[in-house]
Structures are given as C-alpha cells and as structure tokens.
C-alpha cells in the first residue's frame, strides 16, 4: 500500500546517523520504512540494518519497500528490549540507531486499527496485536480517576476529567466499543468554543494510545540500552512527540553525558564521573516550515541526538 504519511525530519535523522556504508543499523521503529529505506541506500553489501517493530503488518509492509535490499533484517519486537534482540542475533555493537517514538504512518493510515479518531472503528489501538490490553479495555475497566490522571498526564488535556466522568457514566448504560463513540463522548465534554485547536478528540486518543502500549514509563532506560549497545562513536536519533518522551530523553543523555560534581575550587575530579559520550543537539531540532506544511505530524516532533564516546586507552 502507499503511505500517506512522509517519515519525520528524514533529512535531519539520516546526516544526524553520519551512517558507514559497511556499519550496523537499526530502524528500532520500522513502520512504513519511510527512513529505513533511505538508511539501506547508503549501505553497501557488507552493511546491515535491522528493523525492529511490534506491529506484524507493518513489518510486512515495510518488506515490501525494501525488497529491493538484501542486507535487511526483520525483528519483530520491541525497541524497549533492543538489548536482547541485538544479542538473540548474535550482535553485541551496532554503529548507529533510529527511534521514531509514537504512532507510525502505517498505524495511522490503517484506520481499522482505532487509532484515528476519524471514522467508526473498533477501539484497539495496539501496536502489537499480540498483547492483551487494549483501548477498549482502558476505557471500559479503568477506574475514573485513573482515566482522568491518564489523559491529563499523556494528552495534556485540561478537559481530562470531566471526559473520564462522561465515559464512565456512558459505560454504566452500555459497553463503549468504537472510536466513534469515544469522539461523541469527548466532544459533549469539551464547550464548543474551546474545540477550535484542532480535532477534540486528538489528545485522548493519544493519551489512550500511549498508554495501551506503554509507551512512556520504559523510555529512558530504552535510552539507556540503545547508548549501551553503540560502537563508539555510534550515534542514536531518537524523534519525540510528546513532552513527557522528550522530557525522558533529554534525562536520558544528561545522565548518559555525566556531569563532575566535585567543587569548582578542586585542581581534578575526585568525584568519579563517567562520561559515556556527547548531546551532538544541545537544543532538539524541530521540523522546517515546508515539511510542517506537507507534513501535519512533524509539527510537534523534536529531534535529539547522541554520540558514543571514543574509547581510551
């Protein structure tokens, strides 16, 4: 199928990889391929990239495009556990990776999945279709507090609870089971003059989204993995979408860059700090104007970037 939904600040993510045309890369979220194609042009046969996803048919789909190259391998998986995928196939080292966080332009375009608040649709939501826990379940089982607590938190929606209370009390009359029913049910939760920024349903269902797949709270020690298993002077791309993602990995490379904590006055560092490499993005990089034009999705991505430290002897 063709994708509508171009890969985010391609341009940024590919020349951020500095990629080796015979290094090791993983596309840790595959989707439709969309960098991970452009990735395997710059490879020569003795390259490789690896491209992880937890959605089976993206993973399919995403052959499809890359059919063309032989040195692709398909894991399906997931990027939280890139550390024992990497060694269940025999790699310890790869020279750069790719972690484009959120929902991929394949889940976007396949509106049976629930993930568009477009349409009426089931309330899945999954990115592994493997898993147990789905929308449907989060709205119809969670307390509403907790309802509340997660859409505030993840979507950033000030009308959070009183869209918890208005699910909850539709739920008690019958089950809520398609993406339509949830629209109807935010959209009488929110006053009409305040639904002007966009669709109302679009922070929801990226609250309920996120946390279907757990998408936050394993982030950064997934940072921590990725910097674990670069080569020096590997790099990682990581493009956020959320503030509480882009808050986990800036944490992240702070931690991973270290800071000597010893006094100012002192002639050396006593403290034992351990620097793991360098923030090559001292501020993330946002997408340009004519790509935030074509491209809706890149208007609140933020691009980071790390490098690997150069072992010393």
């Given amino acids: 199928m063709e994708f509508k939904h171009k890969p985010v600040m391609l341009k940024q993510c590919i020349e951020g990889l500095k990629i080796k045309p015979d290094g090791i890369y993983v596309d840790g979220t595959l989707g439709g391929a969309g960098h991970s194609i452009e990735i395997a042009k710059k490879l020569s046969k003795s390259g490789m990239l690896i491209g992880i996803d937890r959605d089976t048919e993206a993973i399919e789909a995403a052959k499809n495009k890359l059919d063309q190259f032989s040195n692709v391998k398909y894991i399906h998986g997931n990027h939280d556990d890139i550390k024992n995928i990497l060694k269940e196939i025999g790699i310890d080292k790869v020279d750069g990776i790719l972690l484009d966080l959120g929902v991929s332009s394949y889940q976007l375009d396949e509106k049976n999945r629930g993930f568009s608040y ?71 939760s929110i006053p009409k003059s305040k639904q002007k920024d966009g669709h109302p349903a679009k922070r929801t269902f990226q609250a309920i989204r996120i946390e279907v797949n757990n998408e936050i709270k394993p982030l950064y020690h997934t940072i921590e993995e990725c910097i674990d298993v670069l080569e020096e002077r590997g790099r990682l791309c990581v493009i956020t979408f959320h503030s509480l993602e882009d808050r986990a990995v800036k944490k992240a490379f702070i931690a991973a860059k270290g800071k000597c904590t010893c006094p100012a006055d002192l002639p050396y560092c006593v403290c034992g700090a351990k620097s793991l490499g360098k923030i090559i993005t001292q501020k993330p990089i946002t997408a340009e104007k004519e790509e935030i034009q074509e491209n809706s999705r890149s208007k609140s991505a933020k691009l980071r970037i790390f490098e690997k430290a150069k072992l010393t002897m």
């Fill in 118 to 188: 477009l349409g009426e649709n089931t309330l899945d939501m999954r990115m592994d279709k493997n898993q147990d826990l789905t929308a449907k379940d989060v709205i119809n089982t969670y307390e509403e507090k907790t309802l509340a607590q997660i859409i505030y938190e993840y979507g950033e929606e000030k009308f959070s609870r009183q869209i918890a209370r208005n699910i909850c009390l539709e739920r008690k009359e019958h089950p809520i089971e398609t993406t339509k029913q949830l629209v109807d049910i935010i959209e009488k």
